[in-house]
Every structure is written in structure tokens, then in C-alpha cells.
């Protein structure tokens, strides 16, 4: 079995006695796409440091090939680099920036070369950039550069943190093209955050999901956020959504407070198929999205449901057979059970 580019073992991450992350176990495979779907604060940029070793583990271990390594060091520099939302550039010339990395190196043959090649393989003409300082880049340019600087040095690993999160959309496109490429030239492994998930799911070999500073796996979790659970004379806790409809769950067993179900625990049929109403959770939504789980083959639908968002993964021919388009309304339901807690 080819060994894993990364694996982590009961890894935690806390800044200031708060567990940011935890990650019981995760390996990553060589040149393999992994996409990091979550919201705000789920610990997505603090998994990507840690990948990039510019962060320390609270506990736990990340094994680099095989090995320990030693964060911050120069061997883990020249292979492993993360790419952010706000990328840093050096106060020099395009040219200076992206050859910086290859200088350091002492990889000075044919440099022009490389660093033309590497601002073609994002989009930027090298006659008319070249020369540009640092501060007459759009953000979208710098970003590329900042790309570009990475790339040149034919990284093991890139790490993406929400790279197209705020630029023209020209740019987003190129960056997305160019470490597809890098992937597909040289057996990058990379792992992206990113909240297009269209994206995410076009090209991931796996997209993990994280909440809550946990790591999901592939399959979508659904958090049940909002409002208050109630404990019923039943034993069942119940959570009134903000439409009214109701979803009932077996109690915590201890101090767990916030609640999930797992896509693979949702079943969606046509709204008006004979559901069994009056069973609890049958809930009324609206489709607001399909995306094509390019891995898998499989169709991701996202349906909104009084104020939650649930995705669940199904078969072509489901989509085909419940004549499922964005917009259709449709019945989500899954046993109180099927309701964890964390
Ligand atoms: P994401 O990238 O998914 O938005 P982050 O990894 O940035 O999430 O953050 C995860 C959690 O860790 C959040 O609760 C955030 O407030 C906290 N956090 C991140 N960085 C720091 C820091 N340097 N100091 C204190 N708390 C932090």
C-alpha cells in the first residue's frame, strides 16, 4: 500500500484551554484531492496550519511520509505550502516574488524560464507583469502570484485556505485550473477549504466535512442548530423549527449539546408520495441545490427545511425517478434515533 502523505493520530488543536480541533485519525494519500467543506470557525484554517506545520499540535501527532516533522523547518518549506485568502507578498516585483523561492533553493538555471512559465500557468502574460511592484496588483493578480510562487517550486503538498474566496471570477478560474495541474503534472497531493462546494465536489477524490472543530469523513453531517430542545414526557428531546414543523431526537446520553444526523440517515421522497405523516420527522423542505459528486457519481442534494440546511447523497436514478430540480418541494425524514449528539 503506498504510504499516506499525512497521518494524523488523536491530534488536538486548543488556543486558550478551547479545543479548536480534533481529529481522532485522517490519512491522506499522494497525489489525492481532498476538499474541507464547513462553516466559520470549524477548524478548517487551523487543520491547514497544522498540515503546513506552521502551528504545533496541542496533543497528538502528524506524521509527514512516514516521519515526525519538525514544524517550521526548511525541508517541510520547500514541500509543503499553503496558499491563504489574503496572500503575503514580498514588497518586490512579480518577477522577484515568484523567483524568490527558486533562489532560496539555489535553483537559479534557467530561471527566467521557470517563472515565466509558472505566471503562464496561472494566467498572467509575462511581458505585462513581470516587472509590477506588489502594490499595482488587483487582488485577484496578487493572488496569483502568490500561486505562481508556490508552483514554480513543484510543491509535494499545497494547502489551499479559501483561495478564491474574495477575487474576480477570471482569476478564480485560473487558480482552480492551475492546481488541478499541478495535481495532474507532478503528483501534488492537495487539500482545499473552500465554500464552493460545486467545486469541491467536481474535483475532490473525498470531501470532509468539519463542524464544531470535528472532522466528519466524506459523509455530509447536517447540524441541527438553533432554537431550544425541549425534553418530552416521552424521554425524546423535541426542537421547534422556525416553521413550525418539529424534530424529535433521542436524549443525550451526557453534556453533549449540540445535535447532528448524518446524510446517510435521510430518506427524501416526493412531496405528496405517500409519507407517513404523523410519524415524527417527516419534514416538509425545498430543494435548493444538486451537485454532482464527481468521485462517486453521486448527487449531493441540499434541501432547506424551516431555517436547516440538509444534505443527503443519492443515485442518479433516484434524481431521475423523484424528478428532483432545485426549487421542487420534497419530504425529508429520518428515525429520532438517527440524531447524534456531540
Ligand atoms: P475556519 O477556518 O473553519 O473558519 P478556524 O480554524 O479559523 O475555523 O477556527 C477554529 C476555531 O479556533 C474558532 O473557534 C476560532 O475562533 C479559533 N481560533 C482560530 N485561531 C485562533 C487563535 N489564533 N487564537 C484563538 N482562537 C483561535
Given at each position: 500500500m503506498t504510504e499516506p502523505v499525512y497521518r494524523i493520530r488523536n491530534l488536538i488543536r486548543r488556543y486558550n484551554g478551547q479545543t479548536a480541533l480534533g481529529v481522532d485519525g485522517l490519512d491522506l494519500a499522494p497525489a489525492t484531492?481532498?476538499?474541507l467543506i464547513g462553516p466559520n470557525g470549524s477548524g478548517k484554517s487551523t487543520l491547514l496550519g497544522l498540515l503546513a506545520f506552521v502551528d504545533r499540535p496541542s496533543e497528538g501527532e502528524i506524521l509527514y511520509?512516514?516521519?515526525?516533522a519538525r514544524p517550521f523547518s526548511p525541508e517541510i518549506r520547500f514541500q509543503v505550502t499553503l496558499l491563504t485568502q489574503e496572500p503575503y507578498l514580498l514588497?518586490?516585483?512579480?518577477?522577484?516574488n515568484i523567483a524568490y523561492g527558486l533562489k532560496l533553493r539555489?535553483?537559479?538555471?534557467?530561471?527566467?524560464?521557470?517563472?515565466?512559465?509558472?505566471m503562464e500557468g496561472v494566467g498572467l502574460l509575462p511581458e505585462s507583469f513581470c516587472h509590477r511592484h506588489w502594490y499595482e496588483l488587483s487582488g485577484g493578480?496578487?493572488?496569483?502570484?502568490?500561486?505562481?510562487?508556490?508552483l514554480v517550486l513543484r510543491p509535494r503538498v499545497l494547502l489551499l485556505d479559501e483561495p478564491t474566496a474574495s477575487i474576480d471570477a477570471e482569476s478564480a478560474q485560473r487558480i482552480k485550473e492551475a492546481a488541478l495541474e499541478a495535481r495532474d503534472r507532478w503528483g501534488t497531493t492537495l487539500v482545499i477549504a473552500s465554500h464552493d462546494w460545486q467545486w469541491l465536489y467536481e474535483v475532490c477524490d473525498s470531501v470532509l466535512h468539519l463542524d464544531g472543530g470535528r472532522v466528519f469523513g466524506d459523509g455530509a453531517v447536517n447540524m441541527i442548530r438553533g432554537g431550544d430542545w425541549i425534553q418530552k414526557s416521552t424521554?425524546?428531546?423535541?426542537?421547534?423549527?422556525?416553521?413550525?414543523?418539529?424534530?424529535?431526537?433521542?436524549?443525550?446520553?451526557?453534556?453533549?449539546?449540540?445535535?447532528?444526523?448524518?446524510?446517510?440517515?435521510?430518506q427524501l421522497k416526493a412531496e405528496g408520495a405517500a409519507s407517513p405523516h404523523g410519524l415524527p420527522n417527516v419534514l416538509t423542505g425545498t430543494v435548493s441545490r444538486m451537485l454532482l459528486e464527481?468521485?462517486?457519481g453521486r448527487i449531493v442534494v441540499t434541501v432547506l427545511v424551516g431555517g436547516l440546511v440538509f444534505n443527503l447523497k443519492t443515485g442518479q436514478d433516484d434524481v431521475r425517478t423523484l424528478q428532483l430540480f432545485p426549487g421542487q418541494p420534497v419530504t425529508v425524514s429520518f428515525a429520532p434515533g438517527a440524531v447524534q449528539w456531540m
Amino acid at each position: 500500500m503506498t504510504e499516506p502523505v499525512y497521518r494524523i493520530r488523536n491530534l488536538i488543536r486548543r488556543y486558550n484551554g478551547q479545543t479548536a480541533l480534533g481529529v481522532d485519525g485522517l490519512d491522506l494519500a499522494p497525489a489525492t484531492i481532498t476538499g474541507l467543506i464547513g462553516p466559520n470557525g470549524s477548524g478548517k484554517s487551523t487543520l491547514l496550519g497544522l498540515l503546513a506545520f506552521v502551528d504545533r499540535p496541542s496533543e497528538g501527532e502528524i506524521l509527514y511520509q512516514g516521519q515526525p516533522a519538525r514544524p517550521f523547518s526548511p525541508e517541510i518549506r520547500f514541500q509543503v505550502t499553503l496558499l491563504t485568502q489574503e496572500p503575503y507578498l514580498l514588497k518586490r516585483s512579480v518577477f522577484d516574488n515568484i523567483a524568490y523561492g527558486l533562489k532560496l533553493r539555489k535553483e537559479t538555471d534557467r530561471i527566467r524560464q521557470r517563472v515565466f512559465a509558472a505566471m503562464e500557468g496561472v494566467g498572467l502574460l509575462p511581458e505585462s507583469f513581470c516587472h509590477r511592484h506588489w502594490y499595482e496588483l488587483s487582488g485577484g493578480e496578487a493572488q496569483r502570484v502568490a500561486l505562481a510562487a508556490r508552483l514554480v517550486l513543484r510543491p509535494r503538498v499545497l494547502l489551499l485556505d479559501e483561495p478564491t474566496a474574495s477575487i474576480d471570477a477570471e482569476s478564480a478560474q485560473r487558480i482552480k485550473e492551475a492546481a488541478l495541474e499541478a495535481r495532474d503534472r507532478w503528483g501534488t497531493t492537495l487539500v482545499i477549504a473552500s465554500h464552493d462546494w460545486q467545486w469541491l465536489y467536481e474535483v475532490c477524490d473525498s470531501v470532509l466535512h468539519l463542524d464544531g472543530g470535528r472532522v466528519f469523513g466524506d459523509g455530509a453531517v447536517n447540524m441541527i442548530r438553533g432554537g431550544d430542545w425541549i425534553q418530552k414526557s416521552t424521554g425524546l428531546m423535541a426542537l421547534c423549527l422556525a416553521d413550525g414543523q418539529r424534530i424529535e431526537a433521542a436524549a443525550p446520553a451526557g453534556g453533549e449539546i449540540a445535535a447532528f444526523v448524518p446524510a446517510d440517515a435521510l430518506q427524501l421522497k416526493a412531496e405528496g408520495a405517500a409519507s407517513p405523516h404523523g410519524l415524527p420527522n417527516v419534514l416538509t423542505g425545498t430543494v435548493s441545490r444538486m451537485l454532482l459528486e464527481r468521485s462517486t457519481g453521486r448527487i449531493v442534494v441540499t434541501v432547506l427545511v424551516g431555517g436547516l440546511v440538509f444534505n443527503l447523497k443519492t443515485g442518479q436514478d433516484d434524481v431521475r425517478t423523484l424528478q428532483l430540480f432545485p426549487g421542487q418541494p420534497v419530504t425529508v425524514s429520518f428515525a429520532p434515533g438517527a440524531v447524534q449528539w456531540m
